[in-house]
């Protein structure tokens, strides 16, 4: 069990799982931080200004912690930010639900109508925390995917 | 212990690293391409559309002590939640579609005066365009825009 958890191929696949979403994440966000400085602005938890501080920096910061987290890179900084930015999103979340706000949980989309927060946001992101908390914390994380694909090139 | 100790060490370490590289990446992105806050709209002349009136200053004003006419802010809505004209509503051009069902509730002579932020923004003649073609036909431009009334000093909420 304990070799399971610090089997080098399973660091591999959820460093590339959460590396994915966060990358997939940010895409959105960085085309367009007006967009999602507004739906920053839905949660009412912050003013004009520091949405869109927030707007310009938290998709780059997404987008470098998903590829590096990919590519091997700073992998525990990396899972130290990814847990801290689920975490803060988590409250979030929660909070506005306990307010009542009917709002887009501007994850993935900055469109307004989609993506709703809900608990099943909350669940999903409490799942994302476990491996990103696992990932901080497991030993073995001298891996990446060149070492990986050297030692296990295609045979065909 | 120690190990784990030196771990985290290196986690935060390497953390600060990223988030000083995602500032530097954020903003320079933000700055080359013009966007938070860095974003100009792009100035573009008055397109010609004949069902459309532009109005003046004054005129837009008379509107607005006269309570029948319904103001449009055409701009984003992060714009318009830093100050709008008193009584306007926003109708973000890209979020134009998002609002049909809220604009199908308005009379379609009803007088809409649209605008945006001045000289330099065509988001207010783009959403009376659409407006139009909507099948309101009472969709006045007050190109002078924000800027102008803010810079008048007329009525303004946030």
């Not at chain 1, 809900?118 to 669940?123: E, L």
């Not at chain 2, 397109?47 to 449009?72: C, G, R, V, W």
Request: contains cysteine.
């Amino acid at each position: 069990m304990k070799s399971l958890f610090s089997n080098k191929i399973l660091i591999l696949l959820i460093r590339i799982f959460l590396g994915g979403i966060f990358v997939i994440a940010s895409l959105d966000k960085i085309t367009d931080p007006q967009a999602f400085a507004n739906s920053i602005l839905q949660y009412k938890v912050v003013g004009p200004t520091l949405a869109m501080c927030t707007a310009t920096i938290l998709p780059s910061l997404e987008l470098l912690c998903g590829l590096s987290l990919i590519i091997g890179l700073y992998p525990r900084g990396c899972a130290l930010l990814i847990t801290v930015m689920l975490v803060g999103f988590t409250i979030l979340v929660f909070s506005a639900l306990l307010r009542g706000l009917d709002i887009s949980c501007g994850c993935f989309s900055q469109d307004p109508l989609v993506n709703k927060i809900g608990y099943q946001k909350i669940a999903e992101n409490c799942g994302l925390i476990m491996l990103s908390v696992w990932l901080l914390f497991v030993k073995n994380q001298d891996i990446n995917i060149l070492q990986f694909l050297r030692k296990h090139p295609d045979k065909s | 212990m120690r190990k784990r100790e030196l771990n985290m060490r290196l986690a935060l370490l390497e953390a600060l690293v990223l988030i000083v590289a995602a500032i530097v990446l954020g903003v320079a992105f933000t700055f080359v391409t013009h966007q938070g806050f860095f974003a100009k709209t792009q100035p573009m002349p008055p397109a010609a559309t004949p069902n459309m009136e532009m109005i003046s200053l004054a005129q837009a004003k008379e509107y607005l002590d006269s309570h029948n006419a319904l103001f449009i802010d055409a701009r984003h809505e992060f714009d318009y939640q830093e100050g709008h004209i008193r009584g306007a509503v926003n109708i973000a051009l890209k979020k134009f579609d998002a609002h049909i069902t809220r604009l199908n509730k308005i009379s379609k002579d009803k007088l809409l005066v649209v605008y945006c932020d001045g000289a330099e923004c065509n988001s207010s003649i783009e959403l009376t365009v659409k407006l139009i073609e909507s099948g309101f036909t009472n969709v006045k431009v007050f190109f002078g825009g924000w800027q102008e009334w803010n810079s008048a000093k007329l009525p303004v909420e946030k």
